[in-house]
């Protein structure tokens, strides 16, 4: 007897992972999109992956937007791309080592989010000026550590990395969905004296620049502070904040919550740690109480604008 396909994925589920819940859920349209995460951040072409698995490019591409795959072509995949079947399969928590595969993630989930809220560093991408994105590929190499082993294969990451964000910057802008920003008030002060740098050690004509870069980039956000756009809304809060970041997203039927340690702005990072995104709702309502907390606290509008400019003001001469 042939068993129907969703059967089998929670066959598996149950028998390999330990799960208990045999109604639960599997979204096809979601493994698709983590087979693709995982397959860029791997580094291997779709030809070179297929071939592996002795199957045609045309049927990966097929899995890739939701057709269902055998288990068995699910646990070579899982091999070959280093990842877990349960991440793939979005059982439980969802672990990323990859920045490229956690940002294409994102990418995926903000595609149908409609509301979006950010705690990431001084600034977060989808916000920050179309300069910040001019200036980020030299950030990035610039953190990359002289001599480290890898240093080749981080310097693509870095370009795999861009076309990615890219894409988000646009979805964000064709779709608009509400998104609210909350900001450490120490991390951007740090931020506005550091400058947009990847390394402290750069030549002062550079650090000079990176330091204007920087100055550009939180008088973009008073801009927004002040005009307050529809959708969008932005609190800085006083003092430090976490250093991970984190982000929730509200889709229709459901909600998101990612954790990240690569950071993009100041101090970045996109060589090393583990992301994690999940839907639990324990770890969601915890989430979600202190986004309300820090809100609360945080300066908004004129308020926040006010701040910022406070800030500015008390940048050495």
């Known amino acids: 007897m042939t068993l129907p396909s969703e059967t089998l994925y929670l066959f598996y589920v149950n028998s390999k992972s330990g799960v208990k819940n045999s109604g639960m859920t599997i979204r096809f349209d979601d493994i698709g999109n983590r087979l693709r995460a995982f397959r860029l951040a791997s580094g291997l072409s779709a030809d070179e992956i297929a071939a592996r698995l002795e199957i045609s490019r045309t049927a990966l591409y097929r899995f890739e937007k939701g057709e269902v795959a055998k288990i068995e072509t699910l646990e070579k995949l899982s091999e070959l791309l280093d990842v877990s079947v349960p991440t793939l399969l979005g059982v439980g928590v969802e672990y990323i080592s990859s920045a490229v595969a956690f940002f294409e993630r994102l990418r995926q989930i903000e595609e149908s989010a409609e509301h979006i809220v950010v705690l990431a560093g001084p600034v977060s991408y989808l916000l920050a000026s179309d300069t910040f994105g001019e200036t980020l590929e030299d950030v990035l190499v610039e953190s990359i550590p002289e001599g480290a082993a890898d240093h080749d294969r981080a310097q693509e990451i870095v370009r795999e990395l861009l076309p990615i964000l890219r894409q988000r910057k646009e979805t964000w802008r064709a779709r608009k969905p509400g998104l609210l920003n909350l900001i450490s008030g120490a991390e951007i002060d740090r931020f506005l004296r550091n400058g947009m740098v990847g390394r402290l050690d750069l030549p002062e004509d550079v650090l000079a620049e990176r330091r204007r870069r920087a100055l550009g980039e939180a008088e973009h956000l008073i801009t927004l502070m002040e005009e307050e756009p529809i959708g969008v809304q932005i609190g800085i809060v006083p003092g430090a904040l976490p250093h991970s970041s984190f982000q ?29 995104i999940t839907s639990a709702p324990e770890a969601l309502d915890l989430h979600e109480r202190t986004v309300e907390d820090m809100w609360r606290r945080a300066y908004k509008g004129q308020a926040a604008a006010k701040y910022l400019r406070g800030l500015i003001k008390n940048l050495p001469a």
Do not use: H
Request: proline letters at 7%; zero cysteines; glycine letters at 10%.
């Open 248 to 276: 929730i997203f509200r889709q229709a039927d459901r909600k998101v919550l990612t954790l990240s340690p690569f950071r993009l702005g100041e101090q970045p990072n996109v060589y090393g740690g583990i992301a994690m």
